[in-house]
């Protein structure tokens, strides 16, 4: 199993272009997530999707959208990239267990840099 | 929201020498995990501790989840533990999706 995947690993974009990240997970979960983390922070919750077709808002969810038309990918898009975007961005998927436990698994990050 | 507060925020150790971070929460949680994000930016998996006590090898942890903190011990640390540690937690029932993740330990082990 690759686990979870990001898309591209580094992107340097210019203020007001467009781009789209994506995720994909082949552990079959439920659940995937996208977080931004900035220098000296934790990670902080963008949008998340508890299924296919469903998506809902974070904690930062301004300036970004998201769609889960597949199970095992979720795509992040910015559409008119802003300086304070420049971020590296991680994706994580879960499942709920026989517990109720919600284990998150992370992919290795996309670098972003908006210029 | 909840706060998750992690301390100390910087340590440095020689090698082999042992360590215990700390991560306190402002409100019960559910889905506790203890993360490695290691000089290359990767986010490992430590443990799924939501209560109770797990080891793996050199690393052990415990979350007193009614006391709302969570321990990490790191014993006979390496350089390879050098990072930063990051605890997180989920307020509430259910999957609301909002894994609130503290500061971080910026650990450095020195040979």
């Known amino acids: 199993n690759a686990g979870v995947t990001q898309t591209p690993k580094f992107r340097v974009l210019k203020t007001g272009q467009s781009m789209t990240l994506l995720c994909a997970q082949d552990?079959?979960?439920?659940?995937m997530y996208w977080y931004r983390q900035d220098p000296g922070m934790g990670l902080r919750l963008i949008h998340y999707s508890v299924g296919e077709g469903t998506t809902a808002k974070g904690e930062v969810p301004d300036g970004y959208n998201v769609s889960r038309l597949k199970k095992q990918n979720f795509l992040l898009g910015l559409e008119s990239a802003a300086p304070s975007q420049t971020s590296v961005y991680f994706c994580?998927?879960?499942?709920?267990?026989?517990?109720?436990?919600?284990?998150?698994?992370f992919g290795p990050g996309t670098r972003l840099t908006v210029l | 929201g909840i706060q998750v507060e992690q301390s100390p925020p910087d340590l440095i150790l020689q090698e082999g020498a042992n360590s215990t971070l700390r991560c306190n929460f402002s409100?019960?949680?559910?889905?506790l995990q203890w993360f490695h994000q290691n000089p290359w930016g990767q986010l490992i998996n430590l443990f799924y501790i939501p209560s109770g006590t797990k080891q793996n090898g050199r690393l052990s942890a415990t979350t007193v989840a009614t006391e709302r903190y969570s321990l990490l011990y790191i014993s006979s640390s390496q350089t390879t533990d050098s990072g930063v540690y990051f605890c997180a937690g989920e307020h509430g029932s259910g999957n609301t999706g909002k894994l609130i993740f503290g500061q971080g330990t910026t650990l450095q082990v020195k040979p």
């Open positions: 994580a998927s879960s499942f709920l267990d026989w517990r109720g436990g919600n284990e998150r698994f």
């Open positions: 552990m079959n979960h439920e659940y």
């Open positions: 409100d019960s949680v559910n889905n």
